[in-house]
């Protein structure tokens, strides 16, 4: 069974540019959530998506966006780059959303640098 | 005061003995605990989970929470250079999210 896969591993860009990046859950998984990680602040939660609904989003500036599709891939969306979005971002799918019962299954993340 | 609180390391062992690695976390409706571990460079990956009081072992691995005292900790028995990586408590409390601490970094030396 083929994992969370992330695309792309490594995207170098501007400041003031967008990004879009891309998370193919686990076959059967129907929850994606989104993590942003940098040294300083650790793993923090952007958004969670179930059935192409976002069911709950982290405390970040309407810049990230995300969404879902109806195979359950998702995308997120990082507009006007600031040197402070240069960041690992996870991916995570379950079989469906609520941590508390699901185990969470990440990808290899995305490496974004930005310039 | 940060939802969930680690000490950042590096926690350095000898082989084979005990790591102890230990949480707090603020939000005393908090309901699952998890550890995760991450490798440099990896991504996280799930090694225990603890839902009450009390200790849950797997093979090497004892995870231990207190409610009362708003801690989790996970216990490494007879250590291996091969565990050496970034330890991550992450809480939740229902369906909401999981908060993750910052992450230790620990050190086994052969």
Not at chain 1, 14 to 20: A, D, I, P, Y
Not at chain 1, 49 to 76: A, D, H, I, L, V
Not at chain 2, 70 to 77: H, N
Not at chain 2, 89 to 106: H, I, Q
Request: proline share 4%; charged share 15%; aromatic share 10%.
């Amino acid at each position: 069974k083929a994992g969370v896969t992330q695309t792309p591993r490594y995207l170098i860009k501007t400041r003031g540019q967008q990004v879009t990046l891309s998370c193919s859950p686990i076959s059967g998984h129907r929850s994606v959530s989104w993590y942003q990680q940098t040294p300083g602040q650790g793993l923090q939660f952007l958004f969670e998506y179930f059935s192409e609904t976002q069911r709950n989003k982290g405390n970040f500036p309407g810049r990230f966006s995300g969404r879902q599709f109806s195979n359950s891939r998702s995308e997120m969306n990082v507009s006007t780059l600031e040197l402070g979005d240069s960041a690992l971002y996870l991916c995570a799918s379950s079989l469906a959303p609520g941590a508390h019962n699901e185990k969470l299954f990440f990808g290899s993340g995305t490496q974004l640098s930005v310039l | 005061q940060k939802e969930v609180e680690q000490n950042s390391g590096p926690l350095s062992v000898p082989e084979g003995a005990i790591a102890s690695l230990n949480c707090t976390y603020s939000d005393r409706v908090s309901q699952s605990f998890f550890w995760y571990r991450q490798y440099s460079g990896k991504s996280p990956e799930l090694i225990m989970s603890i839902y009450s009081n009390g200790d849950k072992e797997d093979g090497r691995f004892t995870a231990q929470l207190n409610k009362a005292s708003q801690y989790v900790s996970l216990l490494i028995r007879d250590s291996q250079p091969s565990d050496s990586a970034t330890y991550l408590c992450a809480v939740t409390k229902g369906n909401t999210p999981l908060v993750f601490g910052k992450g230790t970094r620990l050190s086994v030396i052969a």
